[in-house]
T-cell receptor
């Protein structure tokens, strides 16, 4: 079992729709969770961080964390073609090393 | 503040050679992490340095090594290159006590 699992996609949504990206992790002791966005040929850039159960909103992005279910999600409202990228879920464990999922490729259709 | 700077951006080597990649973190950041990214394996953690000491290490063979200097700049070295070492090598820095990593643009290594 991979430590951080994501559906590789592609996830295709129409412009203006809500994109829902999901991630599960295996280390129950993980305390910090991140979503990074990576455009093709570029390096990952941080979108959201979340540390406690519940929702955290930042503009069109909402991160959701459920530690009991070991589940993290990212919602993108009013999806735009510029949101088309690979979204990487990352989990920080006890040693403070960041473990990444393989990423979900999102395609927003104009 | 300037971001994380990685050099060189692109390089081509042949099997058996060695390579050294350099990373300058954001000013004031003392932690530098290295990751390897390939299409098949995704982003994999290589190692992290803090104040010139290796703090964490991933599951890579001993051919992969690194070091950090007193000014927090870091280098990683790969010896006896193999075709499978072709990848994007990403460096990231973070502030002391912080969890958020900021990545550099990466060094793309091609091994022929």
């Amino acid at each position: 079992q991979k430590e951080v699992e994501q559906n590789s996609g592609p996830l295709s949504v129409p412009e203006g729709a809500i994109a829902s990206l999901n991630c599960t992790y295996s280390d129950r002791g993980s305390q910090s969770f991140f979503w990074y966005r990576q455009y093709s040929g570029k390096s990952p850039e941080l979108i959201m961080s979340i540390y406690s159960n519940g929702d955290k909103e930042d503009g069109r992005f909402t991160a959701q964390l459920n530690k009991a279910s070991q589940y993290v999600s990212l919602l993108i409202r009013d999806s735009q073609p510029s949101d088309s990228a690979t979204y990487l879920c990352a989990v920080m464990g006890g040693r403070r090393a960041l473990t990444f999922g393989s990423g979900t490729r999102l395609q927003v259709q104009p | 503040k300037a971001g994380v700077t990685q050099t060189p951006r692109y390089l081509i080597k042949t099997r058996g050679q060695q390579v050294t990649l350099s990373c300058s973190p954001i000013s004031g950041h003392r932690s530098v992490s290295w990751y390897q990214q390939t299409p098949g394996q995704g982003l994999q953690f290589l190692f992290e340095y803090f104040s010139e000491t290796q703090r964490n290490k991933g599951n890579f063979p001993g051919r992969f090594s690194g070091r950090q200097f007193s000014n927090s700049r870091s280098e990683m070295n790969v010896s006896t290159l193999e075709l499978g070492d072709s990848a994007l090598y990403l460096c990231a820095s973070r502030d002391s006590g912080a969890n958020v990593l900021t990545f550099g643009a990466g060094s793309r290594l091609t091994v022929l």
